[in-house]
């Protein structure tokens, strides 16, 4: 794939029409500036999106943000419909980790009056929040009380005293998806995650304390509870070895799927199965409950991190509670209704590495957010930004209510452990004001800050391209790595 394939549209907006290949059902539509196009066109992140336009039942667009990069199959970045419920599911479309997504609480403690807590603060975050490779989690469930989870998902911690109605009242599907199945979760990936719950894992998950740097929609900002020089915390994690493991359990299931429902594919990572087939109900209802466990899993981390703020400050102070601002999604699989060509349409959008971004008046949000549009989270990478944005009424109609999830890698982990030192990048983020507990060097070096894109210039994207709008960018001061 190369430039000259591609119509552009406006300064931030592009199209690879049908034309380019014979067995393209839609075209793509992408959100990039010219000089990221630049950087996507360094891997196959664009021939995987064109790939994805063959799967039966796609409507619309195939659409790709700016912080595109190379996946499994289906790329980082990219948001594809399939009409409902005769169109396909295919979970690499979804991703490996189901339910990946961002949690965001805030306080109304002002930074520079507790700048010298940081240490201790970062320290008992570690201390209480799990997380690496195959970590065990902060809490110990039994089969029983598993299934449960995966069936009831935020409910279960709402029931165990972990929750409020408040955090539920602020997560995507109130944190409980309906149609999980637990039955169509493998013993392999029970096994998985039973002991996993309430950990944060490794790679580019983190749990981030940030200062709010700047305000950009003081009415938004003040919905959320988000004022200038206040701390808050992010939290980026998902399904750990459970969802990973439904994932390869269906996408090895769905290689004999497409040949008993005769489906061609180019690329055979793009595995499939209709909707309303007993295959791909089988897996709806298993990433939906592998999607209920990431949601316990962020709030059982929200929770031990309230522990962490508590001891840090209420000797201090009575306003070191963390409010709930949004708990979103980015590899997910939702049933939703969407105008396409003037008519409103009921597809499963599949979002990987895509934030779900509302509009205004959107059924499903929480009623104080109905007026400004949903809250979307993009966190930076590490020594860099992170920005708090709303979904718009045109984000609604030409990205299926999607927006970017992050910064978007330019560089594969293996090659950022051989140009980064992990102990040289953590003093040069320590110097600058950074506190870093981290669980390894090398983990640590897979995600230095030239790993990724310019998180600035992926959300002026979307800003510019009407997608999204700025809420508040977020400086860290704090980072706990797995």
């Not at 409980?176 to 998985?192: C, I, L, Q």
Request: proline fraction near 5%; glycine fraction near 10%.
């Amino acid at each position: 794939m190369n430039i000259e394939n591609l119509v552009q549209i406006s300064e931030t907006e592009w199209e690879i029409p049908t034309y380019i290949r014979p067995d393209m059902r839609v075209p793509v539509r992408l959100f990039a500036t010219r000089d990221l196009l630049e950087q996507i066109l360094d891997d196959k992140s664009l021939e995987q999106a064109v790939n994805e336009t063959t799967l039966p039942g796609l409507v619309g667009h195939v659409i790709v943000m700016p912080d595109i990069h190379q996946g499994y199959g289906f790329p980082i970045g990219g948001v594809a419909a399939t009409e409902y419920p005769h169109g396909v599911i295919s979970p690499g479309a979804i991703g490996y980790d189901i339910n990946c997504g961002v949690r965001l609480l805030a306080t109304s403690i002002d930074f520079e009056s507790a700048r010298g807590e940081m240490a201790p603060l970062a320290t008992l975050l570690n201390k209480y929040c799990p997380s690496g490779v195959g970590k065990a989690g902060a809490l110990k469930v039994n089969v029983k009380e598993l299934d449960q989870v995966l069936r009831d998902g935020a409910r279960w911690a709402l029931k165990n005293g972990y929750a409020s109605e408040a955090d539920l009242a602020r997560t995507e599907e109130s944190g409980s998806m309906e149609g999980a199945d637990p039955e169509r979760v493998s013993e392999r990936a029970k096994t998985r995650g039973r002991e996993q719950i309430g950990s944060l894992g490794a790679g580019n998950h983190f749990i981030e304390v940030d200062v709010v740097e700047q305000i950009f929609h003081e009415e938004a900002a003040n919905t959320m509870g988000l004022y200038q020089g206040c701390l808050t915390v992010q939290i980026h994690c998902g399904s750990r070895g459970l969802g990973h493991q439904v994932c390869t359990d269906y996408v090895q299931s769905f290689q004999n799927a497409v040949h008993k429902y005769g489906i061609d594919l180019p690329d055979r990572e793009l595995v499939c199965a209709p909707m309303d087939s007993p295959e791909g109900q089988a897996y709806m209802g298993a990433m939906r409950a592998a999607a209920n466990f990431a949601f316990v899993n962020r709030q059982l981390l929200a929770y031990s991190a309230r522990r962490a703020f508590e001891e840090t400050f209420a000797p201090k102070t009575r306003s070191w509670h963390l409010h709930q601002v949004d708990d979103i999604a980015h590899n997910m699989g939702k049933i939703e209704t969407h105008e396409i060509d003037g008519k409103q349409v009921k597809v499963c959008v599949h979002r990987k590495g895509a934030t779900r971004a509302f509009g205004p008046g959107s059924p499903g949000l929480p009623p104080e957010y109905r007026k400004i549009g949903q809250p979307v989270i993009i966190p930076g990478s590490m020594g860099t930004a992170s920005w708090v944005l709303v979904g718009t009424e045109d984000s609604m109609t030409r990205s299926f209510g999607s927006s970017c999830h992050g910064a978007g890698r330019v560089m594969s982990r293996s090659r950022a452990k051989k140009e980064v030192r992990g102990d040289e990048l953590r003093r040069e983020l320590e110097k600058r004001g950074i506190e870093i507990r981290a669980g390894s060097m090398p983990g640590l070096a897979e995600e230095a800050p030239s790993a990724y894109k310019d998180v600035d210039m992926v959300v002026e994207t979307v800003s510019r391209a009407g997608i999204a709008k700025k809420v508040a960018r977020l400086k860290p001061v704090a980072v706990i790595k797995g």
